[in-house]
């Protein structure tokens, strides 16, 4: 089998399920796993699948879903993870939270946090903590991405800029075994590195199939990051590169993954 019929072959299995893995499909072929690489390689190249940690993702499976969708993609392991974020997150403090569905799910968890002080670039965050006990609502200025209710661009920017929160959390759309925090949109990454920039102690919540995705846009390095909270043990690599930066790493039944003792 040339490296012709090995790609098409590649993309074919694409049309049947969202990955591939490298060393699968060296097995299958009967080649090396670099041989795999570049076929590979040379595939995204051309736009027709996009690479990952391992092995590569359709491009369908790759690009940002709408938000609708994603809001019911492993709710039960979002709401998981919130409520370990509401748990590490004490009443009487204050709290950014970026655009996602797993900070809307942090928000739900905390609406029985009394005396929180929130700010938010995600208008449905906002519209479902109205009747909560929070002592006040901060919605960014800028302008509206309609898709999914997000305030982005350098206007929010300038305006995160002017507070100083005791916590920041924010999603991402992946991430890199080696602990680069990625996403989509340079105007939504932009705000998530403000509101990290301008927080006590910053939290990532991220459910694991974040690893099997790739984005093109990085937001910060995991020693940008205080906790990680996943709903799955992490790829050996970046509970390594965890330990290195004194970044604790939560799974979402409580439980430490990965703990530095400057955080015990």
């Known amino acids: 089998m040339d490296a012709s019929d090995r790609q098409n072959e590649i993309l074919s299995l694409l049309t049947a399920q969202d990955r ?5 499909l060296a097995r299958r072929f009967g080649v090396s796993l670099q041989t795999v690489r570049t076929d590979l390689r040379d595939l995204s190249a051309r736009g027709q699948l996009s690479r990952v940690h391992g092995g590569a993702v359709r491009i369908a499976s790759a690009a940002n879903r709408g938000y609708g969708e994603r809001r019911s993609l492993n709710a039960a392991g979002k709401r998981a993870m919130a409520v370990l974020a509401a748990d590490v997150i004490p009443e009487n403090c204050s709290i ?15 609406s029985g946090h009394a005396g929180l002080t929130l700010l938010s670039n995600n208008i449905n965050i906002i519209n479902m903590m109205m009747d909560k006990e929070t002592r006040d ?3 960014v200025g800028g302008s509206i991405r309609q898709s999914d209710g997000a305030i982005v661009g350098e206007e929010a920017v ?13 999603g991402a759309s992946a991430l890199d075994a080696d602990g680069a925090i990625l996403d989509h949109d340079a105007r939504e990454v932009s705000v998530a590195r403000a509101i990290l920039q301008n927080a ?25 990051l205080d906790i990680v909270i996943t709903d799955r043990p992490v790829p ?8 290195a930066s004194g970044t604790r790493i939560l799974i979402a039944d409580g439980n430490p993954e990965t703990e530095s003792s400057e955080n015990d």
Request: hydrophobic content about 50%; proline content about 3%.
């Open 137 to 139: 609502l901060i919605l």
């Open 200 to 224: 006590r102690t910053r939290i990532l919540i991220c459910d694991g199939s974040k690893f099997d995705r790739s984005a093109p846009v990085r937001i910060c390095a995991l020693a940008e």
């Open 236 to 243: 050996p690599e970046f509970a390594e590169a965890a330990a």
């Open 96 to 110: 950014a939270l970026n655009i996602g569905t797993s900070t809307e799910q942090v928000a739900r968890a905390l």
């Open 20 to 24: 591939v893995e490298v060393e699968d």
């Open 158 to 170: 300038a305006f995160i800029n002017r507070y100083k929160v005791d916590y920041a959390v924010i």
